[in-house]
């Protein structure tokens, strides 16, 4: 049998990343954490972004992976 095989290229995927995240971090519609600071101000955040940065984050998003979170700092 005859396989195929397929190379997809998107030659602007790193350009695009860079833009897609800067434009998901200054808006809050996907965000799914929020970050509560001692002062009582809260931050929407992005739960994938937060996980990336961060071993302890991340165990603790993997609890509850469909739930909203909030964060106590």
């Known amino acids: 049998m005859h ?3 397929y190379n ?3 030659h602007t ?6 833009s897609m995240l ?3 971090l200054s808006s809050s ?3 799914d954490v929020t970050i509560v600071s ?3 101000k809260a931050f929407k955040a992005h739960r994938n ?3 990336a940065s961060s071993i302890v984050l991340k165990s603790i998003f993997e609890i509850d992976k469909e ?3 909030v964060l106590l700092l």
């Open 49 to 51: 972004i937060l996980a």
């Open 29 to 31: 519609d996907f965000s």
């Open 8 to 10: 997809l290229n998107w």
């Open 13 to 18: 995927f790193s350009d695009h990343v860079g």
């Open 38 to 40: 001692e002062d009582g």
């Open 3 to 5: 396989q195929e095989k």
């Open 67 to 69: 739930k909203h979170i």
């Open 22 to 24: 800067l434009e998901m």
